[in-house]
Nanobody, 116 residues
Framework: QVQLVESGGGLVQAGGSLRLSCAGS????????MGWYRQAPGKQRELVAA???????NYADSVKGRFTISRDNAKNTVYVQMNSLKPEDTAVYYC??????????WGQGTQVTVSS
């Protein structure tokens, strides 16, 4: 059974940095696209950043230039380095990974809170 375990969330002041990690397990195959989504209170879940198995990346306009997504295929792990954090980045961040069958899997979420 595929599992995604996130870590690295927390409380940070505006302008600070955090690095989130998401480790996948339960499969011997490399995930296809892996990414990060976030959901703020009262808002829909939105894509933050995604990276394909080949390394192509995609970012939400709101995080371009501040966030960097990367992955380690050997570990089926995806990271996002978040710099210059803003209060509007406050949300629960979820890891997503698409397996070889096209099925998307979700992590349990990690809270990121940015104080002003």
């Amino acid at each position: 059974q595929v599992q995604l375990v996130e870590s690295g969330g927390g409380l940070v002041q505006a302008g600070g940095s955090l690095r989130l990690s998401c480790a996948g397990s339960g499969t011997i195959f490399i995930f296809n696209t892996m990414g990060w989504y976030r959901q703020a209170p009262g808002k829909q879940r939105e894509l933050v950043a995604a990276v394909t198995r080949g390394g192509s990346t995609n970012y939400a306009d709101s995080v371009k230039g501040r966030f960097t997504i990367s992955r380690d295929n050997a570990k089926n792990t995806v990271y996002v380095q978040m710099n210059s954090l803003k209060p509007e980045d406050t949300a629960v961040y979820y890891c997503n990974a698409v397996d070889r069958y096209g099925t998307g899997h979700w992590g349990q979420g990690t809270q990121v809170t940015v104080s002003s």
